[in-house]
């Protein structure tokens, strides 16, 4: 069962969510909040896999939730799942520094919406790549002209090509295409990397691949 906690400062949307969620066998609502506070407090208290965060929110927006979430070592195992509008907010590049684990624009389809809980879920991939991928290009504009590549020094040759395609946004399938590997060795790596960096899940390491050079701005499939 995937637990799930809805933080947002729209009754509607959540209701909407809730309902949504309830019709799945393996999804389970544990809680609602309104403000960035009772986001905090819920998450703490019923320790969920993945939490819905709006980052418009009174009393401690969404972004403030998501850096105190993240940074509490009990809740390790919480993915935080970011909702934007559209036009995406400026400052939700800082989220993904603190370890957001994906992002989702509020009108996304609802077979969407249950797909991505259960992926961040697994930690097995990005998720709205499109999004994602706007916001780590996003997030790339900001980094210093020097890459620092300090972080691949605990790396094999061989993990290096695979967190460069991470940092395209490549699924372990794509990744053991490109490398002539199997899904499951792909798999592997990808898991290696994690533990060798300290990352949460495959946003950090797409992150990483962009503070790093192994992927530039303005990358292109």
Same mark, same amino acid.
């Given at each position: 069962m995937i637990t799930v906690a809805i933080a947002d400062d729209q009754q509607l949307i959540r209701a909407g969510f809730r309902s949504l969620l309830a019709a799945e066998p393996d999804l389970e609502v544990v809680g609602e909040a309104a403000t960035g506070t009772e986001a905090v407090a819920l998450v703490t208290r019923t320790v969920p896999d993945v939490v819905l965060m709006d980052i418009r929110m009174p009393d401690g927006d969404g972004l403030w939730a998501t850096e105190r979430i993240i940074s509490d070592a009990r809740l390790a195992r919480t993915h935080v799942v970011i909702l934007t509008t559209f036009e995406l907010d400026d400052y939700v590049s800082r989220a993904i520094r603190a370890g957001a684990?994906? #992002? @989702? =624009? +509020?009108?996304?389809?609802?077979?969407? %919406?249950?797909?991505?809980?259960?992926?961040? &879920? /697994?930690?097995?991939?990005? %998720?709205?790549?499109?999004?994602?991928?706007?916001? @780590?290009?996003?997030?790339?504009? *900001? %980094?210093?002209?020097?890459?620092?590549?300090?972080?691949?020094?605990? @790396? $094999?040759?061989?993990?290096?090509? !695979?967190?460069?395609? !991470?940092?395209?946004?490549? $699924?372990? &399938?794509?990744?053991?295409?490109?490398? #002539?590997?199997?899904?499951?060795?792909? +798999? $592997?790596? !990808? /898991?290696?990397?994690? /533990? +060798?960096?300290?990352?949460? *899940?495959? =946003?950090?390491? !797409?992150?990483?691949a962009y503070e790093t050079g192994l992927v530039r701005p303005g990358w292109r499939e």
């Open positions: 684990s994906g #992002f @989702l =624009v +509020k009108d996304t389809e609802p077979v969407e %919406l249950i797909r991505a809980i259960r992926v961040v &879920a /697994s930690g097995d991939a990005l %998720l709205s790549p499109s999004v994602t991928r706007r916001l @780590l290009e996003r997030v790339a504009a *900001d %980094l210093r002209d020097a890459p620092d590549e300090s972080p691949l020094e605990g @790396l $094999t040759e061989r993990e290096r090509d !695979v967190l460069g395609l !991470v940092g395209q946004g490549r $699924t372990n &399938a794509e990744i053991a295409q490109a490398l #002539f590997l199997s899904p499951l060795t792909a +798999k $592997t790596h !990808v /898991s290696r990397i994690m /533990s +060798k960096l300290g990352a949460r *899940d495959r =946003v950090q390491l !797409v992150v990483v």
